[in-house]
């Protein structure tokens, strides 16, 4: 069966890397000659703007595909990167969490407007919004798993128990295949002790799970959005840049082994 992987980028902090994960994640898997579709679903617009699309230059966008059911294919743009294409968000996204209450089966309205389209990529990224909100359960009801970042800080695992257990109450309800893809451990500071204690707590406590690719604190992946490229375009041999096109293969690896 050729059609894509879904993976939902989430955590409900901000602040935690989702959308600097979502964007270069998705550059690296394109840079690999993987298919890719990165979708924005937070009313910031930022995983758009970050890709160099400015909202002014759009008429469409995944506010009107889910709102209105316009067809995905008249608001996905390309991006500068062959391979890598965006559904993108524009602040009026925000007003959907309240009028997508009002829709049949709200929870699937992301789930509608991708179906479609997912036989022309092999992979489709979900940007999620810093909130257990309808936008992230609508992505965690389309997604084939959950990739989480998490920020080496102090506090780090607070609300990951309450994270695994909307995903628990997904997998229940909406989607019984969601699977959880990793944990990925972002902003990892090497001079920094409390880093390292983090890191290995985490990994203590999810074993397999956690990636091996660590993505340090890295002044490229800060920089590159305000040039609207992905950090792996913007400057390749940067560390930041060099550990998300390591999380991709580790994610491009995951695939082989589950299809054996
Ligand atoms: P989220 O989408 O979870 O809110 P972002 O990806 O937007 O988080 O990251 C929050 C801020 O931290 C942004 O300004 C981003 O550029 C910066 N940032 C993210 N990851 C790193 C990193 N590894 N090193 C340095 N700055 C980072
Ligand atoms: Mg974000």
Redesign the pocket.
Known sequence: MDTAKVIAIA?QK????????SINVAASLAINGRSTLLVDIDPQA?ATSGLGVRAKDLVNSVYQCLIHGLDADRAIVKSSLENLSILPATADLAGAEVELVHIEARELALKRTIDQILRHYSYVLLDCP?AFGLLTINAMACASSVLI?MQCEYYAMEGLGRLMASVDRVRRTLNSSLDLEGIVL??YDSRNTLSKQVADEVRAHFGEKVFKAV?????T??EA?SYGRPAVLYNASSA?AQAYLELAKELIQHGKESTG
């Open positions: 955590n901000g602040g935690v890397g989702k959308t600097t994960t930022n810093p970042p972002t902003m993505i340090p604190r890295n002044v992946l800060a959005p930041g």
